[in-house]
C-alpha cells in the first residue's frame, strides 16, 4: 500500500495534512490553513513537486 495524505484539524481549529507511509508513521506535517481549499492546494503542491525534489545533504 502506497503513502497516503490525512486531513484534521488542530486545537486552534485551522486544517492540516500529513503524509503518512506505507507502514503508518508520519512523514511529513504541514503548516495551518484557514480553508480546507487552502490544505488541499498544499497537498497538491507536495505531490506534484516532491517526486522531483533534489536531495540537500547540509550533514
Known amino acids: 500500500m502506497p503513502g497516503k ?6 486545537k486552534a481549529g485551522e486544517f492540516r495534512f500529513r503524509l503518512k507511509a506505507a507502514n503508518g508513521q ?15 492546494n ?9 517526486p522531483g525534489a533534489a536531495v540537500d545533504d547540509q550533514t
Open 42 to 50: 498544499g497537498i497538491k503542491s507536495v505531490a506534484e513537486c516532491a
Open 26 to 40: 508520519n512523514i511529513l506535517g504541514s503548516e495551518g490553513y484557514s480553508a480546507k481549499a487552502g490544505c488541499s
Open 5 to 10: 495524505f490525512e486531513y484534521y484539524k488542530d
